[in-house]
């Protein structure tokens, strides 16, 4: 990339104007494919969560590379993700839930609980889903061999998440979920 587009990315990382998403969600629509990744780079480093919540929006429209590309910040993207699936917009909680099991969160996994818990949640069961899932892939990481990539002890992990599920088992009179 020529030192001028790469200024102008930095610039559009740091800049805390909103503008800024605009343009890149525009960049991400060219057709020149170093200009689309450095635009979901860019979206991915920004600060404010605008952005992230964009790419969510059209999650289900991007292609795997750039699927992958994010899950690779999934730190980036995880308060988006959170939004997404406490919201009652259909697609963009199934986004939410696909993003979330391609991240491995499972920081996220109270969130799950929560929009699962909720009587008036219509999309309670692709929470419940979800959750059943990503506890799957939780128990795959400690029992198989350990990703020092993610960099984190998946036991450390559950003993955070326990907790969690185990109130929202005490609570099982209250919501009635499975």
């Given at each position: 990339m020529n030192n001028s587009l790469e200024k102008t990315f930095a610039v559009l990382t740091d800049?805390?104007?909103e503008a800024a998403v605009s343009v890149l969600l525009s960049a991400l629509d060219t057709s020149d494919a170093l200009i689309?990744?450095?635009?979901l780079q860019t979206l991915l480093h920004r600060r404010r969560s605008c952005g992230q919540r964009e790419l969510l929006q059209r999650w289900h429209t991007l292609n795997e590379?750039?699927?992958?590309?994010?899950?690779?910040h999934p730190r980036r993207i995880a308060n988006a993700v959170r939004h997404a699936i406490l919201s009652t917009d259909t697609q963009l909680c199934t986004n939410g839930c696909d993003a979330l099991l391609r991240i491995r969160e499972y920081e996220l996994m109270p969130?799950?609980?929560?929009?699962?818990?909720?009587?008036?949640?219509?999309?309670?069961?692709?929470a419940l889903g979800t959750?059943?899932?990503?506890?799957?892939?939780?128990?795959d990481e400690m029992t198989?061999?350990?990703d020092?990539?993610?960099?984190?002890?998946?036991?450390?992990?559950?003993?955070?998440?326990i907790p969690s599920l185990q109130s929202a088992v005490d609570r099982f009179d209250l919501h009635k979920r499975r």
């Open positions: 800049t805390p104007n689309q990744e450095s635009a590379r750039w699927k992958r590309i994010v899950a690779e969130t799950l609980i929560t929009a699962s818990r909720a009587p008036d949640n219509p999309q309670a069961e692709l959750l059943l899932q990503l506890a799957e892939l939780l128990y198989g061999p350990r020092r990539k993610r960099g984190r002890d998946p036991s450390r992990t559950r003993h955070y998440v």
